[in-house]
């Protein structure tokens, strides 16, 4: 059961959310590895959408709309498996690395998130977690 989440913009979420993109770039390295949730900020300005949607563009991944993506809460989960400081991937332009799989998708859940990895209450565990106590 995930206890960790981490933030990123919108379309980034997305793109991690629905399978496209399997490593998040940070500017610190982190010793975690294990599930946790994936959180859409709430803010994100039409250059970076624009910047993001172009970019995935030219890998054939078409990113939905400005007004269309989820914000400010929790939209997945996720496992983190490694931290890396050099990848082939065309995702990897960071100083770190943060490689994921087993992503899954979940039903949206408000939450306001903070920067790095961060532990929540668990009353966000059973929100999207029905049946856990």
């Known amino acids: 059961m995930p206890d960790e989440s981490t ?4 379309a ?10 399997h490593i998040e770039n940070r500017d610190w390295p982190t ?3 294990g599930r946790f949730l994936i959180h859409a900020s709430n803010g994100m300005t039409r250059q970076e959408y624009e910047d993001t949607k172009g970019f995935a563009g030219s890998m054939g991944t078409e990113v ?3 007004d269309e993506l ?3 809460g929790l939209v997945g989960v996720a496992h ?3 931290c890396v ?3 082939e991937s065309p995702w990897f332009f960071g100083k770190y690395g943060f490689i994921v799989d087993s992503v899954e998708p979940i ?3 408000p939450y306001k998130g903070q920067l790095g990895f961060s532990k929540f209450l668990k009353s966000v565990l059973v929100s999207v977690f029905p049946g856990i106590s």
């Open 7 to 10: 933030f990123n913009s919108p």
């Open 12 to 21: 980034l979420a997305w793109l991690i959310v629905n399978g496209h993109k």
């Open 31 to 33: 010793k975690f590895r």
């Open 64 to 66: 939905p709309g400005f």
């Open 70 to 72: 989820k914000r400010g």
């Open 80 to 82: 983190l498996y490694d």
């Open 85 to 87: 400081y050099q990848a």
């Open 107 to 109: 039903s949206f859940v």
